[in-house]
């Protein structure tokens, strides 16, 4: 931890107390004057070469996870000015996504508290730190839990988007330039979350974490596509890969099962079998695609024979969106021989061990998986945000719910109940 230490002796001089007072600390709405500075000329062609806040200190709300399962604490931290190629942003709207609740649950991965989440998001920049090229103060962004460093052998493979300096690092909680955090509160640092940390009004990302998006598109509602929808969708449409009038069965039905649904619908898949747990998914779904529903509790044989049985012998592509090991497995063993495709979406515990029969591999099944639907970042993402914008992807759907920052642990309840599907965050109310 020494190395997170180091970072009580960086010397930031801090935003100007007079932009700081009491509304700050009171949780209502952050200073006018300086959001009026910062942002006035957003959206019209003319914008700021450089912020008033650049290499300042910002104090700012944050919700902060202090212990795993305990709800989040909203209260001043200190943001510090990006360093080499880091972008600092003003966080508009946030999401939860069940990466968040699974690291905040810390049940089956590695705790590591106090800690800022939030990976799921959309906002401004507010300053670039040093060699950052390709966006400039003002513009319209998505922080993204994995990277695009342009260099690599990956970013420059067709085939990956596994980033080699900036793939996602759940486990880390500094930024990579330096080993230290940009958070702070009272001088103690606070551990970042997948190099985004958006549960906060500013954070600092890493700029190759950073998709740069059409700036009139609406930031409440496409800040769901810097994970969960993007993932779903992406690892149908670039990796699962179904043909027109195959079938589909999503394993799953939150956002990110949806979305892999929203994929099959846009590839032209004729059946898709929807199966969870939570009958309550299935009217929900039904809007996304899915035409028939599967729930593993109303058998007593494994679903991969009942999904055989409702198929003659297998559906042609799967995609799994659950985190549950057994769903992953019942993914795999439900595709057709010869030609069946199962993709793995969800985040399992780490300790999840896969198990199957080599026979069921040998016999031509192909098992694959997927960060963030093999889409890259920054050359990627923009156009899934055009694809919103066009109206081939519908967004609205998927959001179920809103909440004021100040309601953010609402969001978690919700999840934890498994109600709805995405709850926007507002740090703008
Ligand atoms: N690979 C990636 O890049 C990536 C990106 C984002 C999210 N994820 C992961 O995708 C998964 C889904 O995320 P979400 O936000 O949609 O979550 P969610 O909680 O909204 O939905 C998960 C659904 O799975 C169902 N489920 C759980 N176990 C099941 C089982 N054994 N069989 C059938 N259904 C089961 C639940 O009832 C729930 O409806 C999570 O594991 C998340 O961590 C992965
Ligand atoms: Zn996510
Ligand atoms: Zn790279």
């Given at each position: ?11 930031f001089k801090t935003v100007n107390a007079k932009c700081f007072?009491?509304?700050w ?5 952050p200073c006018?004057a300086l959001q009026t500075r910062l942002f ?8 700021p070469?450089m912020s008033s806040t650049a290499g300042l200190v910002i104090p700012c ?17 200190e943001v510090a000015p990006p360093?080499?190629?880091?972008v600092r942003i003003k ?33 401004i920049v507010e300053s670039l ?8 103060v003002g ?62 009004e500013y954070?600092v ?225």
């Open positions: 931890m020494n190395h997170v230490r180091k970072a009580l002796t960086v010397p007072d009491t509304r600390f009171s949780y209502k709405s006018p006035s000329n957003v959206g019209s062609s003319a914008k070469a709300k944050a919700a902060v996870a202090w212990e795993a399962g305990k709800p989040l604490v909203i209260q001043q931290v360093q080499a190629m880091e966080i508009k709207y946030t999401s939860l996504c069940h990466t968040d609740l699974y690291f905040w649950e810390a049940k089956g991965q590695t705790p590591l508290f106090p800690r800022i989440f939030g990976h799921e998001a959309a906002g730190g040093e060699g950052v090229t390709g966006l400039e513009d319209h962004v998505l922080p993204v839990f994995t990277g695009e460093c342009g260099e690599c052998a990956h970013c420059k493979s067709d085939e990956s988007n596994m980033c080699d300096l900036l793939r996602i690092n759940t486990e880390r909680g500094v930024m990579l330039s330096d080993g230290r955090s940009r958070f702070s509160i009272n001088g103690s640092p606070i551990n970042h979350f997948v190099g985004t940390s958006t549960f906060s954070t990302v890493h700029s190759g974490c950073l998709a740069k998006i059409n700036p009139l598109a609406p930031l409440d509602k496409v800040c769901v596509l810097s994970c969960g929808i993007s993932t779903g969708l992406g690892a149908t449409l670039n990796v699962a890969k179904p043909q027109k009038g195959s079938s589909v069965a999503i394993f799953g039905l939150g956002a990110v099962g949806l979305a892999a649904a929203e994929g099959a619908r846009i590839a032209g898949a004729s059946r898709i079998i929807g199966v969870d747990f939570n009958r309550g998914r299935f009217e929900q779904a039904k809007k996304f695609g899915i035409t028939e529903f599967v729930n593993p509790k109303d058998y007593d044989r494994p679903v991969q024979e009942v999904i055989a049985e409702m198929t003659n012998g297998g559906v042609d592509r799967s995609v799994e969106c659950t985190g549950s090991i057994n769903a992953m497995i019942s993914a795999f063993e439900c595709v057709h021989d010869g030609w069946g495709v199962a993709v793995l979406v969800g985040v399992p515990s780490k300790e999840a061990v896969f198990v199957t029969k080599p026979i069921n591999l040998l016999n031509e099944r192909t098992l694959k998986g997927t960060f963030f639907g093999n889409y890259k970042p920054r050359t990627d993402l923009p156009s899934v945000v055009d694809m919103y914008m066009n109206k081939k992807l519908e967004v609205d759907k998927f959001i179920t719910h809103r909440v004021p920052f100040s309601e953010i642990n609402k969001a978690f309840e919700l999840m934890v109940k498994g109600e709805g599907l995405r709850c926007i965050i507002s740090l703008e109310d």
